[in-house]
């Protein structure tokens, strides 16, 4: 497994792993957007020069990735490296790739030094890994409730 820069022949398949996210994260909660809304979500990322790190398979075929970038808060507070988004497809997460890529903005947090911010579903383990590797403060813990 390694990580790299995302590069702009990724697109498609950043896309597909966002709208895959999105769809593990809220397919019981809220209906997801048209695949539209995805490619217009990821150029928006390109443009604002987001920190897109791809995960891959020594072949090079793609198998995560992670969004981060600086963020203050729109002035309202000191700068931290916003760790936004991190997706492993199912059939690599038991691999070595999750630590690779959240080490990384981890270790970009601390180059830039900066605090991390960083969130994770809590049911699907990158919770208990981060507690393992890093030693985070839980400052927040976020509900949803469903329309019945």
């Not at 597909?16 to 769809?23: D, F, S, T, V």
């Not at 690599?92 to 180059?111: D, F, G, T």
């Not at 985070?136 to 813990?141: E, G, H, I, Q, S």
Request: charged share 30%; proline share 2%; glycine share 4%.
């Amino acid at each position: 497994m390694k990580i790299r820069q995302f590069r702009l022949d990724d697109y498609e398949e950043l896309v597909g792993m966002l709208y895959e996210l999105n769809r593990e994260t809220y397919q019981d909660i809220r209906r997801l957007s048209p695949m539209y809304f995805y490619y217009k979500a990821v150029s928006n990322w390109i443009n604002a020069d987001k920190h897109i790190v791809i995960g891959t398979t020594d072949d090079d075929s793609i198998v995560g990735f992670t969004m981060s970038y600086r963020d203050d808060v729109s002035g309202l507070t000191e700068e931290v490296y916003m760790g936004e988004l991190a997706y492993v497809k199912p059939e690599y997460r038991n691999s070595r790739v999750s630590y690779m890529l959240y080490n990384n903005v981890v270790k970009v947090a601390e180059e830039l030094n900066l605090n991390l911010v960083s969130n994770s579903r809590v049911e699907n383990g990158v919770d208990r890994m981060v507690e393992k590797h890093f030693k985070p403060k839980k400052m927040f813990v976020n509900f949803e409730i469903g329309r019945s």
